[in-house]
């Protein structure tokens, strides 16, 4: 089974809480993204590794988001101080290519709630 | 400002005739372009692709066509098959500024059903 996978699947949060939701991307892929999925909207980028390194995080709402990936495999995205409107679904996506151009492969998602 | 749209949130075909979904773009540094099909409770899966030095690429039952002069591309499916049905993304990607991420732009999808 080597495709991306996501966990928790389902989170629910306080309003206030942190949370923490973790991508374990294909085995190998350099390439690492976060995307934000709200309701009935597509998925949007939120931020961009290649390897450890975070080459672009232009797409983070705001600094309660953070996202790291120490050692170039797994990654995971905090949320400090949740909000409703961070309610989404959470999709992490891997890819070989570095700077090509080449389809991403995409985890379950976590489905993050903030009540 | 949606940089790629997709008009028509729904769309229904029957069995085995041919579905169209189209995918309208707006930034002109866009240079390759994604369907991805997704179904509930599951990330989205690649379909197929196109480079825009390309007007047409066709992988089996589906076909991708590309029009540059009018930023439009469209998706065919044919025949089309019961479990076709599924949320269809459009996604783009070109060169951005910071010349690094190769990030995907995605539409609002398009809600395939296909009757038996």
């Known amino acids: 089974g080597a495709g991306v996978s996501q966990s928790p699947r389902y989170k629910v949060a306080k309003r206030g809480q942190d949370v923490a939701l973790r991508c374990d991307p294909i085995?190998?892929?350099?390439?690492l993204f976060w995307y934000q999925q709200a309701l009935g909207q597509g998925p949007e980028f939120l931020t961009y590794?290649?390897?450890?390194?975070?080459?672009?995080k232009s797409g983070l709402p705001s600094d309660r988001f953070f996202a790291e990936r120490p050692e170039g495999s797994v990654s995971t995205l905090k949320i400090q101080r949740t909000q409703q409107e961070d309610s989404a679904v959470y999709l992490c996506?891997?890819?070989?290519?570095?700077?090509?151009?080449?389809?991403?492969?995409f985890g379950p998602g976590t489905r993050l709630t903030v009540t | 400002d949606q940089q790629v749209k997709q008009n028509s949130p729904s769309l229904s075909v029957q069995e085995g005739r041919i579905s169209i979904l189209n995918c309208d773009y707006t930034?002109?540094?866009?240079?390759?372009f994604l369907w991805y099909k997704k179904y509930p409770a599951e990330g989205p899966t690649f379909l197929i692709s196109?480079?825009?030095?390309?007007d047409k690429n066709e992988d089996g039952r589906f076909t991708v066509f590309l029009n540059k002069s009018a930023k439009h591309l469209s998706l065919h499916i044919v025949p089309s098959q019961p479990g076709d049905s599924a949320v269809y993304f459009c996604?783009?990607?070109?060169?951005?500024?910071?010349?690094?991420?190769?990030?995907?732009?995605f539409g609002s999808g398009t809600q395939l059903t296909v009757l038996p």
């Open positions: 996506a891997s890819s070989s290519r570095t700077g090509g151009v080449r389809e991403q492969y």
């Open positions: 085995s190998g892929h350099v390439s």
């Open positions: 590794f290649q390897n450890e390194a975070q080459l672009d």
């Open positions: 930034n002109s540094m866009f240079d390759y």
């Open positions: 196109i480079s825009s030095i390309k």
């Open positions: 996604a783009a990607s070109g060169i951005y500024s910071s010349g690094s991420a190769r990030q995907l732009t």
